[in-house]
């Protein structure tokens, strides 16, 4: 006679056999195939199993290369946000050093010929205003005798004067303000610049 399958665990049983020998699982009718053998199953298939109903589960979407590609994007648009911040915010060096000013006047003009002030530092291309509070040559008990500026100009290469406010006319044992524009280079400088009164 034929022996009772398992239907649980597939093992062998006597035909009289009521239990499974092996798991203890009731036998059911008369004998059963046994079960297939792992190479006689077939590989899952990729779609539904056959009488399903439902839709398909949706497999997990792949990791997105352009998210990467984003967030290299977003960077690099920052970069160049924070440094055209920073061009436009932090001050920049100057490139025109007037290390001195030297005053040079032929006729000593109200007796500014020989006299020297500190420099200034500017971009190339910028109009620094000047003022200065001046008066007469010097006389016998520390008065100053009347003068007059006629004209401020200067020597040194790149720079030009406008705006003065000659000429000036500076009354005895009085002061006045002489007071102009000076027109830096276009380009870089370093020195000391020369203003002629006359």
Known sequence: MTDKFCTQCGGG??????????????LVGGPSPPLPSASAIPPPSSGAPTGWTGSPVPAAPAPKRR????IV???????LLVGGLAFVLLPTSPDVVVTG???S???NACGLDGSTDVGFNASSGDTVELTYQISGNNTTANATAPCTVHSVTTSTPGFSITGANV??????????LLSFSVN????AFTG?????IT
């Open 73 to 79: 994007l977003a960077l690099v648009v920052a970069f």
């Open 167 to 176: 000429p000036l006319a500076v009354p005895a044992n009085a002061t006045q």
């Open 192 to 196: 000391v610049l020369t203003l002629v």
């Open 101 to 103: 000013i030297n005053f």
């Open 67 to 70: 998210r990467w590609g984003l």
């Open 13 to 26: 049983n006597p035909p009289q056999a009521s239990f499974c020998q092996y798991c203890g699982s009731p």
């Open 184 to 187: 830096v280079p276009d380009a």
């Open 105 to 107: 006047s032929p006729d």
